[in-house]
DNA sequence: TTCACTAGTTCAGAATTTATGAACTATAAA
DNA sequence: TTTATAGTTCATAAATTCTGAACTAGTGAA
């Protein structure tokens, strides 16, 4: 198992960071590792928001925002925890982060109050 | 030629901005768009940065910044004008679309100092 | 040590998405 | 008309992503 890789600080780009957070899955991964400060092991996540996400699914969704440089996963012992480097990333990207975190919540609302209210988008377009 | 589809505010999505967006090709794009105030065809940008792009490649950029919500196209006569959506982004989704392009501007100037500085990083990681 | 168990990674092929040349549509002007 | 320009659509090639199966690494017990 070769030894999991971290992006330096300035190699990290824009570019993979809106990658790694335009997937809805890895979006909530994220979300959720920000939110909870302490660190968080993968199979906390074998289901996410009410979908069952195969392992090897899961262990490429934490590479690809590991790679982005938006979180840091170290093994303890048998399982890995992984933290958000959202104050490195802060710094190099002002705002960033936390204006998509933001957009992110804002837009988690308006669903649930679209549920809530008995629209039936079906989110395929005309 | 059907007509172009724009979608309504509510419907526009994160996920779909940041895919839009993760693109270098089309941030590209996106920047000058928003940049150049005035409106902007598609023959403007056969070539981006140093890379000449196929029209129809262009062409399915164009459909999916528009696709995102993040441009309105219009056609003029026999070519069509983009101009950005960024005031009514603001709206649903404060500071993204700055937080965004600002990251853009902030990853471009650092790499426009590595290149001078003859630093020969290629991008691929070990 | 060896066995079993847990947590996660890696691999290879399937499924999906993206890129592009060729053909087509729409508008304008001669 | 015909010609030219600007861009779209289509079909398929190229690249990416998903996933089951096999593998690796650490822990604890016999």
Redesign the interface.
């Known amino acids: 198992m070769r030894p999991l ?1 971290h ?1 330096s600080i ?2 990290i ?7 790694a ?4 899955v890895r ?1 909530a991964i994220y979300a959720d590792i920000v939110s909870q400060e302490f660190a968080q092991n993968c199979s906390n996540f074998l289901t996410v928001s009410n979908k069952s996400i195969p392992k090897s699914t899961l262990s490429q969704h934490f590479r690809i925002l590991r ?1 982005a440089g938006l979180i840091r996963s170290e093994r303890h012992g048998v399982e890995m925890h992984n933290v958000s480097r959202c104050a490195e990333l802060a710094k ?5 982060i ?3 975190v ?3 919540t ?2 988690s609302a ?1 669903e649930a109050r679209g549920k809530k209210a008995g629209a039936k ?1 079906s989110g395929k ?2």
Do not use: C, N, W, Y
Request: aromatic share 6%; no cysteine.
């Open positions: 890789f992006p300035e190699d780009t824009v570019e993979g960071i809106l990658h957070l335009s997937d809805p979006a790679d190099r990207f002002p705002g960033l936390h204006a998509i933001t957009a992110h804002i837009q308006g988008k377009r005309a």
